[in-house]
């Protein structure tokens, strides 16, 4: 049982961006990865936690999502959500809350959050799910580790496709060298500024989008490659931006 893994993750995410579906199926990986107890990176999909996850009716996951013919996130439903998370897990090792959407808690439900938020029970886990996070108090999203996904538009091409979604893969391993290797190869082709941005833009959506892999090493993916797609570390070579990757998702790993 590898024990270190969920706890290595943040209590708390603001996942936001991305379409609603992405939203939910990253939610859905990271809370099997708080409860996975398989072999190797978390969620293994094998484990009966990652299958109960998956089917949506493990017991230490509950969603808070506005009740039928309602448009908000009580204040009522806020405070359940807080007695329940001093309730310990169930099955699990730890208990999960996918908020969604987050932006549906009106201010008081909100406030109702904080303290739990801040510091509840060691187990408890919060997934804040929303497109329109300035709708959040700044006091809740403070609380919460941002985890944006990139905006989700039109098709691409099937060859530029297929390429992201190998990169996205590549860069998802954990192995140093198969990544240096694969970094290396892309800079051999010489591929001009343009063409290296789609590339690593694609491969941003490729790796926000569910390839089965380690959340904390998606994590990771995810915020080199928005941090050099909002830096525009596109100078002055390929050599320069992919090392810059490399050097990023190797760093205190
Ligand atoms: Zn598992």
Redesign the pocket.
């Known amino acids: 049982m590898n024990i270190e893994l969920p706890s290595a993750l943040s209590h708390a995410y603001l996942v936001t961006g991305g379409g609603a579906d992405s939203r939910a199926a990253l939610a859905r990986r990271l809370a ?1 990865a708080y409860l ?3 072999n190797g990176p ?6 009966k ?2 299958r109960k996850v998956e089917g949506g009716v493990h017991p230490d996951v509950s969603t808070l999502s506005p009740l039928p013919d309602r448009r908000e996130i009580s204040v009522d439903q806020a405070r359940d959500l807080r007695s329940d998370a001093y309730v310990r897990p169930n099955e699990g090792r730890r208990k999960v809350y996918i908020i969604d959407p987050a932006d549906a808690m009106n201010p008081a439900a909100q406030n109702a959050l904080l303290k739990v938020l801040e510091d509840g029970p060691a187990y408890a886990a919060f997934l804040l799910l929303t497109d329109q996070p300035g709708k959040l108090l700044d006091t809740v999203r403070s609380r919460c580790e941002p985890l944006p996904l990139p905006p989700e538009d039109a098709p691409v091409d099937p060859e530029l496709a297929e390429k992201a979604e190998r990169l996205a893969e590549l860069l998802l391993t954990r192995d140093e060298f198969e990544v240096a290797k694969g970094l290396t190869a892309l800079e051999l082709e010489r591929p001009k500024a343009d063409q290296l941005a789609a590339l690593l833009a694609e491969a941003e959506k490729r790796a926000a989008k569910g390839i089965p892999a380690d959340p904390r090493r998606a994590v990771k993916v995810l915020r080199a490659l928005k941090a050099c797609r909002e830096n525009a570390v596109f100078n002055p070579n390929a050599g320069h931006t992919l090392g810059w990757i490399a050097a990023t998702l190797f760093q205190e790993t």
Do not use: K, L, R, S
Request: hydrophobic share 15%.
């Open positions: 099997a996975c107890e398989g978390a969620p293994c999909g094998q484990c936690h990652c």
